[in-house]
């Protein structure tokens, strides 16, 4: 199976890690970009580990990609078998950092972007349950609900949304439509809309997901 990696920074508090914050990366990015994150939540959780890997495909032009896109055909398909594909990837990399590390599933927070948001939520809330993430954030995304959601062998892990209201790459109703989705199989989410802002990350929505984790690594 393919094995990822990408940049990391070490624990701010200069021991051994107790905590694991995995980023991932939009479409055509790279590990590089997500990992611009840790400093903002570095003294949130002194004691994470940040990693941010490299989606494992090649876009042929300039960075990675989780799944490809099929831009002329039905993008939700393409998503869900994208996604599906991509999974076990992704939860590989997962059970390889918790194993190496001693770094426990329920101080792992995912964090994405675009279409690392999309892989974060759907991995994240395919887990079993005794593997149920921190958290989970997905910035400028979607969920597709991997089969068997909703039911008690899968995780259920607090989930952060932030999408800006004029995104024209990623529709922001699909975040209006995972917060209902999630909420509806009684999940704890939280679901901050960035007015006036576009296919990105905005200072107040960075805010809203580190709100929603001081909320968490405080539990």
Do not use: N
Request: charged share 15%; aromatic share 6%; hydrophobic share 45%.
């Amino acid at each position: 199976m393919t094995k990822l990696s990408g940049p990391m920074l070490a624990p701010a508090h200069g021991g051994a890690p107790d905590a694991a914050v995995v980023l991932l990366h939009g479409y055509g990015s790279d590990g590089h970009d997500l990992i611009g994150l840790a400093p903002h939540w570095q003294d949130l959780l002194p004691g994470a580990l940040f990693v941010s890997p490299h989606a494992p495909q090649a876009t042929g032009m300039s960075g990675y990609q989780w799944f490809a896109i099929d831009w002329e055909g039905d993008r939700v398909a393409s998503r869900q078998a994208g996604l599906a594909a991509a999974r076990p990837v992704l939860a590989g990399f997962l059970e390889d950092l918790w194993t190496q590390t001693g770094i426990a599933p329920g101080r792992t927070l995912l964090a994405g972007f675009s279409q690392g948001a999309m892989m974060a939520l759907h991995v994240g809330l395919s887990l079993p349950a005794e593997r149920t993430p921190m958290g989970v954030i997905g910035f400028s995304g979607a969920f597709l609900p991997p089969e068997g959601f909703g039911g008690e062998g899968l995780a259920r892990p607090p989930v952060c949304l932030v999408h800006g209201d004029l995104d024209e790459v990623v529709d922001p109703a699909l975040s209006a439509a995972a917060e209902r989705l999630l909420a509806g199989a009684g999940i704890e989410v939280i679901h901050h809309v960035s007015r006036g802002v576009g296919h990105g990350i905005a200072p107040d929505g960075l805010a809203a997901a580190t709100r929603f984790i001081e909320k968490i690594a405080a539990k």
